[in-house]
């Protein structure tokens, strides 16, 4: 189960993106939790989820950078099945060559 574990977080992940209540008050924002009303990292949940509903211009209006987000998540998500790898050798933190960086 832990060779899954990491699709398993990132289907997870865009799943709960995907269905999120985006009319509500409530944030996970410390900073909106501490009385900061600006956050330079605030919309793009909200981004995400527009985008995976395919309404980019509500997208692009929460947060420029959440349409590559939410392409960034999709591509770990794909990269890290097990289908994708045909010599399943895939490592979680390795590049596309296969060097850790050591």
Avoid: D
């Amino acid at each position: 189960m832990l060779k899954y574990g990491e699709a398993v977080t990132w289907g997870v992940a865009l799943i709960l993106l995907f269905f999120m209540n985006t009319t509500g008050t409530f944030s996970l924002c410390p900073f909106k939790a501490i009385g900061i009303s600006w956050c330079p990292g605030c919309g793009i949940g909200h981004s995400i989820h527009h985008t995976l509903h395919l309404h980019f211009r509500a997208a692009w209006q929460e947060h420029m950078l959440g349409i590559p987000a939410t392409a960034v998540l999709i591509w770990q998500f794909i990269k890290s099945l097990p289908i994708t790898n045909k010599n399943n050798n895939y490592e979680p933190g390795t590049s596309i060559t296969g060097h850790t960086g050591y």
